[in-house]
C-alpha cells in the first residue's frame, strides 16, 4: 500500500516548455487535489476532483490544467511553463466514505523550477 | 482578514518543555478541523484531527475553541525528533472536502 505517489519528484523547465505532473494514489479515494506551497504563502489549492471523470478549479488555476481519466490517477498539465510557476507542488487525496472523510493524504510532492 | 492565520515562529524550546500553538480561523461555519507536521521538503503528514470535545495522542494534545474560533495543539516533553512546522486546516464547510490550510508554525527544539 504505497498511499499517494507522484512522478516525477524534481524537474527544472524552461520558460514555455509544457509539462505533466503524475498523482497516483492506491487508497481507493474518491477526492483529489492538486496543492502548490510557496514561502510564505502556504498550501494554496489549484484544482480538484471529485470523482473520475470530474474536476473543478481552486484558488489559483491559472495556467494549469488537470484530468481524472481513472479514479486513481489525477494529472496536472503545465502548457507554457512560467517562472512565477516554480514552487513545490503536492498531491493530496481524500475519501468521503470514512468516519474521518476530510482528512486528507498527500503525497511526496515535486519540485518544479521553471527558468 | 486571511481565513486561517498562525504565529510562524520559530518557537525554540528546550527538551522536554511543553509548547502550544494556535490557529485562528474566520468562518464560524467550519466544521472540520486538523493539525498536519511538515518537515524540511517534505509532504504535510496528519497529526491529529480536532474534534469538539478535544482530544489527546500521546504527548499531542488539540483543543477547539469555537467561541473565540481558534485551535490549539500542545505538546508535552518535547523531542528534539518534534522540530518541524506544524500546519494547521479548516474546512470551510461548502458542502466539499476542501481544506485551507494555515502558512504554519515553526517549532525548533533544542537538547
Known amino acids: 500500500n504505497a498511499g499517494v505517489t507522484q512522478t516525477p519528484k524534481f524537474r527544472v523547465l524552461k520558460t514555455g516548455q509544457s509539462m505533466t505532473l503524475l498523482c497516483a494514489q492506491d487508497m481507493n479515494h474518491e477526492y483529489m487535489y492538486w496543492y502548490r506551497q510557496d514561502p510564505g504563502m502556504g498550501l494554496r489549492l489549484i484544482h480538484y476532483?471529485?470523482?473520475?471523470?470530474?474536476?473543478a478549479k481552486g484558488e489559483v488555476p491559472d495556467g494549469y490544467n488537470v484530468s481524472r481519466l481513472k479514479k486513481q490517477n489525477f494529472l496536472l498539465g503545465l502548457e507554457s511553463a512560467a517562472p512565477s510557476q516554480t514552487s513545490v507542488y503536492f498531491c493530496a487525496s481524500s475519501s468521503w466514505t470514512s468516519g474521518s472523510s476530510y482528512e486528507q493524504y498527500f503525497g511526496p510532492g515535486t519540485r518544479l523550477t521553471v527558468t | 482578514r486571511k481565513e486561517v492565520e498562525q504565529d510562524p515562529g520559530p518557537f525554540n524550546v528546550p527538551e522536554g518543555a511543553t509548547v502550544a500553538f494556535n490557529c485562528t480561523y474566520s468562518n464560524s461555519a467550519s466544521q472540520s478541523f486538523f493539525w498536519y507536521r511538515q518537515d524540511c521538503r517534505k509532504e504535510p503528514k496528519l497529526l491529529m484531527s480536532v474534534y469538539s470535545s478535544g482530544n489527546e495522542d500521546g504527548r499531542f494534545t488539540a483543543q477547539l475553541n469555537r467561541a473565540s474560533q481558534y485551535i490549539s495543539l500542545l505538546i508535552r516533553d518535547s523531542k528534539l525528533s518534534d522540530s518541524a512546522t506544524y500546519l494547521c486546516?479548516?474546512?470551510?464547510?461548502?458542502?466539499?472536502?476542501?481544506?485551507?490550510f494555515g502558512t504554519g508554525t515553526r517549532l525548533l527544539v533544542s537538547p
Open positions: 486546516a479548516v474546512n470551510l464547510n461548502t458542502g466539499f472536502q476542501k481544506l485551507v
Open positions: 476532483s471529485v470523482g473520475e471523470g470530474t474536476t
